[in-house]
T-cell receptor, first 114, second 110 residues
Framework: GAGVSQTPSNKVTEKGKYVELRCDPI?????LYWYRQSLGQGPEFLIY????????DSGLPNDRFFAVRPEGSVSTLKIQRTERGDSAVYLC????????????FGPGTRLTVT | GQNIDQPTEMTATEGAIVQINCTYQ??????LFWYQQHAGEAPTFLSY????GLEEKGRFSSFLSRSKGYSYLLLKELQMKDSASYLC???????????FGGGTRVLVKP
């Protein structure tokens, strides 16, 4: 079946611009996660949704970052006033439920801020 | 705080065995995952250990010692396609997010 999909696969934007990154989880998965991965590093947690609500947003670095999942399926990560330090691969993952279930990762969106 | 350590890079020969160690110090522990990540691709699940001991799955095995805060991933009969990064990740008892180590890049040479 279809896995987790993310769009766009690559995004280049200028410093100060606004970007939206989209994630389509596996159908039926209630839990959705966003991670950020810098080159040569492991992924870092940003935010976790259980259904429509953000169950844990402790990883969001500052108030320029925001994420929504209005219908409990597709999620959008929004970054305002982008900075060069935001450049990374943004990974989305989904799982059947939270708490110890295997997380299935999407291919990621590579964001480059110039 | 969270601290998950694994070697940065390892090199091995095709057909050989490589062991990737991971040590962790976390506030809360519910299990440990190993993921494989080829360059430019998504991490893919390899194993999940909750209890102490060795779990074998084909050419890959994973070991956990909760008292020592230690795990390893064992790759046997190495193939060229095993060249990838291997990520150790801990999931805490009260939460759902994965906390990853920095990853170990394994290079398999002919």
């Amino acid at each position: 079946g279809a896995g987790v999909s993310q769009t766009p696969s690559n995004k280049v934007t200028e410093k100060g611009k606004y970007v939206e990154l989209r994630c389509d989880p596996i159908s039926g998965h209630t839990a959705l996660y966003w991670y950020r991965q810098s080159l040569g590093q492991g992924p870092e947690f940003l935010i976790y949704f259980q259904g429509t609500g953000a169950a844990d947003d402790s990883g969001l670095p500052n108030d320029r970052f925001f994420a929504v999942r209005p219908e409990g399926s597709v999620s959008t990560l929004k970054i305002q006033r982008t900075e060069r330090g935001d450049s990374a691969v943004y990974l989305c993952a989904s799982s059947l439920a939270g708490n110890s279930y295997e997380q299935y990762f999407g291919p990621g969106t590579r964001l480059t801020v110039t | 705080g969270q601290n998950i350590d694994q070697p940065t890079e390892m090199t091995a020969t095709e057909g050989a065995i490589v062991q990737i160690n991971c040590t962790y110090q976390t506030s809360g522990f519910n299990g440990l995952f190993w993921y494989q990540q080829h360059a430019g691709e998504a991490p893919t699940f390899l194993s999940y250990n909750v209890l102490d001991g060795l779990e074998e799955k084909g050419r890959f095995s994973s070991f956990l010692s909760r008292s020592k805060g230690y795990s390893y991933l064992l790759l046997k009969e190495l193939q060229m396609k095993d060249s990838a990064s291997y990520l150790c990740a801990v999931i805490k008892a009260a939460g759902n997010k994965l906390t990853f180590g920095g990853g170990t890049r394994v290079l398999v040479k002919p």
